[in-house]
């Protein structure tokens, strides 16, 4: 067991919707202007709000999921990836107790307790008076460890604020941090995955600037820096990786496909993989690789592009035939696909697996899930499992039989994935520090298609 001692505070709220994520990019860009290092964090599965984090930052946020890694594996990403920062910054995901099902278990405050968080929770204060200093209690008391220190308060006019803090810090033994008006045009849009991608907004970094100066002006840094500064040691389990060799892993980076965890990614270079980019929107071929990823994202946005190069979909076709090892979820699943439908157009897309995908009107499968292998293939042996997660509007007519899902919030189960001796792609998301084998499986059948394909 180690010890790191860093500095560290979580942004939490009642609710979705209550603008955690503005929030936390406004102190990201603060504290970085006045001169910290910062690492950053996101609680539960989310791949849309670590690229908020990451454009502001200018470095990698993580995602820490308790049910897809577990404790101990959490606890050393959190210390790992916060090694020679000064603060180490955690967004919460949903409401603070919001966990699987009925019960804290995976939730904001499931992670505060694992690795040892003070949290400050944001609560929108538009349409109410004392009753939040009510709501407040309520959730600093549901727990007794719940490790609510500070409060910050959203969408408030400052002579608002001046009432608020004087009372709530007289009524609750909490301290108030600070507020933020409404702020036109400072808001980042959604729609139906959540928000849309940091990429995808222009003026992404005029925003945070106008956000941080706001943060300068309305909340009490120094307040802030004691409650991070009071947070023990975080104490955590190395966790040894070795190489297995050097390989090209070709990994689709682009609008259409830009779902990925950093860590595992990172455990893959760990293994010996050097991840290549390429743009499967805009690359004409695909790059001499050993190995293919095809994560989410948004395909269905880009449907009509994709189709349209037709010399990629023709190299990842051939490529996949000769059975180049390929790991797809998700949107890169539904791209593996034969067609893609959209009301009345029928887009042509890679056809390594024979079906279709198509767009529903709510979400398939939605939540967390155990997958068990019903079959040896290229992750896994039969028997063995993971844990994920599945969030999509879509659907397919090849979703196959090489795994099992099992919802961890109730009985319900189905059959998922297409595998073979070189394929993994399906619809559920996996996070590979969550069961590692999957991940030295997948680069060691890229080492031997590399070895016995001579690849340059």
């Not at 070709?250 to 779902?259: G, L």
């Not at 948004?298 to 979909?313: D, G, H």
């Not at 079906?355 to 899930?369: A, P, Q």
Request: hydrophobic share 40%; proline share 4%.
């Amino acid at each position: 067991m180690a010890n790191l001692q860093i500095p560290r505070f979580m942004i939490s709220a009642p609710q979705s919707g209550s603008g955690k994520t503005t929030i936390v990019c406004a102190l990201l860009k603060a504290l970085i202007d006045r001169g910290f290092k910062i690492s950053a964090f996101k609680s539960g599965p989310d791949y849309i709000d670590p690229m908020f984090h990451s454009r502001v930052i200018g470095t990698k946020s993580r995602n820490l999921d308790i049910f897809m890694l577990g404790r101990k594996t959490v606890r050393y990403l959190a210390a790992k990836n916060s090694f020679g920062s000064d603060v180490a910054v955690f967004e919460g995901a949903m409401g603070y107790y919001d966990g699987i099902g009925a019960s804290v278990e995976s939730s904001a405050y499931d992670l505060a307790k694992t690795c040892d968080v003070p949290v400050i929770l944001v609560v929108n204060g538009k349409g109410v008076a004392l009753s939040v200093a009510a709501l407040i209690k309520g959730f600093k008391e549901f727990k007794t460890d719940s490790r609510i220190e500070g409060v910050i308060l959203n969408n408030i006019k400052p002579l608002t604020y001046l009432f608020y803090k004087k009372v709530l810090e007289k009524e609750i033994k909490v301290k108030v941090l600070g507020y933020f008006p409404v702020m036109n045009n400072c808001s980042f849009e959604s729609r139906h995955l959540g928000l849309v991608t940091a990429e995808e907004i222009k003026d992404l970094q005029e925003i945070v600037d106008r956000l941080a100066r706001q943060a300068e002006q309305s909340i009490d840094f120094d307040a802030l820096l004691k409650i991070c500064k009071s947070a023990n040691p975080l104490r955590y389990s190395p966790q040894a990786v070795r190489k297995l060799g050097d390989v090209k892993i070709a990994i689709a980076q682009d609008k259409a496909f830009c779902f990925y965890y950093q860590d595992a990614l990172d455990l893959l270079k760990e293994l010996g993989a050097e991840l290549v980019p390429f743009s499967p929107l805009k690359d004409k071929h695909l790059p001499k690789c050993s190995g293919i990823i095809l994560g989410g994202g948004y395909p269905e946005l880009y449907a009509r592009q994709l189709s349209e190069n037709k010399t990629m979909l023709s190299d990842i076709r051939d490529a996949l035939k000769n059975n180049l090892p390929c790991f797809a979820e998700c949107g890169g699943f539904m791209y593996l696909l034969e067609k893609h439908v959209d009301n009345a157009n029928r887009y042509n897309w890679v056809g390594a697996i024979a079906g279709e995908s198509f767009m529903t009107k709510s979400l398939t499968h939605f939540g967390y899930v155990y997958l068990q292998a019903e079959r040896d293939n290229i992750l896994c042996s039969a028997g063995e499992g993971i844990n994920g997660h599945e969030f999509h509007y879509s659907d397919s007519t090849a979703n196959a039989s090489g795994f099992i899902a099992r919802k961890k919030s109730g009985g319900k189960s189905w059959a998922c994935i297409n595998i073979s001796p070189t394929l993994y792609a399906g619809y559920p998301h996996i996070h590979l520090w969550g069961n590692p084998e999957f991940a030295k499986n997948f680069v060691a059948s890229c080492c031997s298609y590399e070895k016995n394909a001579h690849i340059d």
